[in-house]
């Protein structure tokens, strides 16, 4: 049957959840499955903001065809023309002839890209601060160009004071019932991922991202709708969890990931391990970091944790050590793969510090100090511990050195 959820008297989530996907754009793991939201408006005309993937095609348009009741679609905003937002926009089309489609000039460009249907007679063309009515109901467009599309915009209804913010404040996850932020303990289930679908989804762009932010500091924001992930809402009925958090700080956190700022002085250690020698030292490090009073220190295998967890810790961390066996004579593979990551992905702003192992001719360090350091305001802390083989008492006392460097940069 039917899944839909009023957000206001008039503003109804007709979108669904999936976990059935194991892979978000066939790269990032999605244990717990995504949402893919959309809003329908029923005014004196009727506004769809975005569609589906077309995974969750069938409970889309059942929804819609329950929510319509009957009436004509007269518009569909596009956002944002990724596919697991306009995949169903064509069956939108033949099943809503008469709809007009609302986008930018890039948008039309991407939509027949990507599809076939006529668009001329059912384009209606925005720009930056266009408003379009429905009745008592008045939208307004602002440009969200390359967070993380050419194409996106957003949506403010000055009516509800809701923004559609396309893929800004989404999070991987799929819904449980509960549709709004403060139905669930947002910090403790959701904001992992929400960090992770932002460092690796929009994190590279960080500077358009502010842009963004400039543009809907300027509008009182009572209700957030992003694409992917719960609604957030800043008047709340009384059937919520005591200990949510409302809009503004989760715009804070934005704000803190787009400029690269860390939520937290701590450490994140990422390690490339072939027999254990190399985890044996991250191990040590972490010991003594801890002893030093170090809390939250984060510890991953990169052979066994997906990139994308990594990234989205360091993104969190003020510290990150990388520690590396030294493999043909370069970085281990997994360890590679990280770094081209985390570079490729605009990181700034951090404080790091590496540990290489090799046997015969220790590699790894100045290879993995190479990709890091052309990062922007990267501070790179000494020593650079070198390990040959296993930890003997001098790579101890190395460690012991770099760990009260790490304490005394954090203090600082």
């Known amino acids: 049957m039917f899944c839909t959820q009023n957000i206001t008297d008039d503003i109804i989530f007709v979108g669904a959840s999936d976990r059935r996907l194991s ?3 066939n790269a990032f793991p999605l244990p717990e499955g995504i949402t893919y939201n959309s809003y329908i408006i029923l005014d004196e005309k009727t506004i769809l903001l975005d569609t589906v993937d077309k995974a969750v095609g069938s409970v889309f348009f059942e929804n819609l065809a329950h929510v319509l009741d009957g009436r ?9 023309m990724e596919p697991d937002h306009a995949a169903t926009l064509e069956e939108l089309v033949l099943r809503y002839p008469e709809v007009k489609i609302v986008g930018n000039a890039t948008t039309f460009k991407l939509i027949n890209q990507f599809f076939t249907f006529e668009v001329e007679s059912r384009k209606h063309l925005v720009k930056e601060g266009d408003v379009l009515s429905t009745g008592t109901h008045s939208f307004t467009f602002y440009m969200a160009p390359m967070v993380h599309w050419p ?13 559609f913010s396309a893929d800004a404040f989404g999070t991987f996850k799929a819904f449980s019932g509960n549709i709004f932020a403060d139905q669930v303990n947002f910090e403790r289930d959701w904001l992992d991922e929400s960090r992770r679908y932002y460092s690796n989804i929009v994190g590279k762009y960080g500077m358009q ?3 963004l932010l400039k543009k809907i500091a300027e509008h009182d924001i009572q209700i957030l709708c992003p694409l992917h992930g719960p609604i957030w809402r800043q008047k709340t009925t009384s059937n919520v969890l005591e200990n949510r958090h409302d809009i503004s700080w989760y715009i804070d956190k934005y704000q803190k990931w787009a400029s690269y700022t860390p939520e937290e002085k701590t450490v994140v250690i990422a390690y490339a391990s072939i027999y254990g020698n190399t985890e044996n030292a991250a191990h040590i490090l972490a010991t003594k970091l801890a002893e030093k009073g170090v809390c939250n220190i984060e510890m991953f295998d990169v052979s066994v944790t997906h990139p994308s967890y990594i990234l989205s810790a ?11 066996s030294t493999y ?8 590679e793969t990280l770094l081209h990551d985390i ?3 605009n990181l700034q702003n951090r404080t790091v510090a590496f540990i290489e192992n090799g046997s015969w001719s220790p590699q790894a360090g100045k290879k993995m100090r190479a990709l890091i350091e052309p990062l922007k305001n990267m501070t790179i802390l000494e020593p650079l511990v070198s390990i040959k083989s296993s930890v003997k008492e001098d790579v101890a006392n190395a460690l012991d050195m770099l ?3 790490i304490v005394t940069s954090l203090k600082s």
């Open 209 to 211: 991202t502010l842009n």
């Open 343 to 345: 570079k490729d992905h």
């Open 314 to 324: 360091a993104f969190r961390a003020s510290h990150i050590v990388f520690a590396s």
């Open 23 to 25: 892979l978000f754009e």
């Open 328 to 335: 043909n004579m370069g970085i281990f593979a997994t360890m």
């Open 72 to 80: 004509k679609l007269d518009y569909v905003v596009i956002n944002h």
């Open 403 to 405: 760990a009260t460097e």
């Open 151 to 163: 194409e996106v915009m957003v949506t403010y209804d000055t009516t509800s004071k809701a923004l």
